[in-house]
């Protein structure tokens, strides 16, 4: 058996090492901790969470896929982070719908990847 000790880091495919940067540094303050030297990959940041992003030319996410990131989000914030999303026009798949005793919203990010805001927290 192989003994995990925690989350490493969620990689993420992109079309545009640049303009993913941006959407995640605007969207949710990313901060970019690496880019690596003559490779299309960069790391990013916010709290205790890093996402790998890996350019790859002409990327767009699969049609009718279930891959997702979710992020936990306090309730208190949960409306206004809808309403930022619906007005920087990020295109929503998914909600804001009642899910598991809170609320859930899917949208998706300049390449298809999508991304669930949600609250209550999940333990299992």
């Known amino acids: 058996m192989i003994v995990i000790e925690d989350l490493n880091h969620i990689g993420i495919t992109v079309s545009n090492l640049d ?6 540094k605007e969207l949710f303050d990313f901060e970019v901790v690496e ?14 969470i890093i996402v790998g992003l890996y350019e790859l030319e002409d990327y767009s996410n699969q049609d009718n896929t ?19 999303i619906q007005e920087r026009d990020i295109p ?31 333990s299992l």
């Open 19 to 24: 303009n993913a940067i941006e959407f995640y």
């Open 35 to 48: 880019r690596m030297s003559n490779s299309s990959q960069a790391f990013i940041k916010v709290g205790d």
């Open 66 to 84: 279930r891959n997702h990131i979710s992020f936990y989000i306090d309730e208190e914030d949960f409306d206004d982070a809808v309403e930022e």
């Open 92 to 122: 929503i798949v998914f909600g804001p719908d009642t899910q598991r005793k809170g609320q859930s919203v899917v949208f998706l990010d300049p390449d298809g990847n999508q991304i669930e805001l949600s609250y209550p927290r999940l």
